[in-house]
């Protein structure tokens, strides 16, 4: 019995869990340049288990989170006219100089600051190959190669890196990425689409789905905790009267 409980419990708080990574792509199906999250479940085997016989051994493992991995396919793109769009084609990414320090992200929905600093949607400045690019007033282009002109004039070049395979990308917030120190590299097969976004890579028909299966396990899994609970405490009643 008490196997049975636990075995409920630890899997509806995995779906719970579930319910969040799918809840937050969901929210972000409008975000550009967000990529979506899939999560993965692991089983964690009761060390008693391993003496039991098959169904004991079934009764004792439990479902956790494993965790959860980021889709960095990329997202469609969508033209908009606007000169500060920029879209990225390849596995490249923009630098970022947030309060946290540098992060990366797919995001060129960029826009001018008070200072006139080409900056992203949530303020922090996009980093140059020299740093911080100051937008004078006047006509701006940003061509294939990310160099920024304004009124025919080069004022910058828009930095963008790549990395190897195997590294290891954090996701912070909607569309940043934490990277090791020293992974990026100089963007070789990645180029830019200017008036155009990289709408988000997530699929809200297959999200919404999964999102309905998700809960209805939980609902599930939840009226069994309902009875497991109710026959401990028929049972604990018994023993009290004995």
């Known amino acids: 019995m008490d196997s049975g409980f636990y075995a409920a419990c630890s899997g509806l708080v995995a779906r719970m869990q579930a319910l ?3 809840a937050h792509d969901l929210a972000n199906v409008g975000t550009p ?11 964690f085997e009761n060390s008693l288990a391993a003496l039991s016989d098959p169904l004991n051994q079934a009764m004792n493992r439990f479902g956790i989170l494993g965790g959860a991995y980021v889709d960095f396919r990329e997202g469609s793109l969508e033209p908009t006219g606007n000169p500060l769009d920029v879209a990225i084609e390849g596995p490249g990414f923009f630098v970022v100089q947030t309060a946290a320090g540098v992060r990366y992200t797919r995001n060129g929905a960029l826009r001018l600051n008070a200072r006139r600093v080409l900056v992203t ?3 922090d400045p996009v980093l140059g190959t020299a740093g911080p690019l100051i937008v ?3 006509k701006l282009d940003i061509s ?4 920024v002109s304004v009124n025919g004039a080069q004022i910058g070049r828009l930095q963008v890196v790549e990395f190897p395979a195997a590294t290891a990308l954090v996701p912070e917030g909607n569309t940043y990425f934490a990277a090791p120190t020293g992974s990026a590299r100089p963007a070789r097969t990645s180029t830019l689409r200017p008036g155009t976004v990289e709408d988000s890579n997530m699929n809200p028909v297959l999200g919404t789905i999964e999102l309905v299966a998700a809960q209805r396990t939980a609902q599930m899994l939840e009226r069994a905790l309902g009875i497991f609970n109710n026959d401990l405490n028929r049972t604990a009643e018994q023993i ?3």
């Open 136 to 138: 004078p007033e006047g």
């Open 240 to 242: 009290g009267r004995v």
């Open 144 to 147: 294939g190669d990310g160099t």
């Open 20 to 22: 969040e990574v799918l």
């Open 121 to 123: 949607a949530e303020g």
């Open 33 to 43: 340049g967000y990529k979506a999250r899939h999560q993965f479940f692991a089983a």
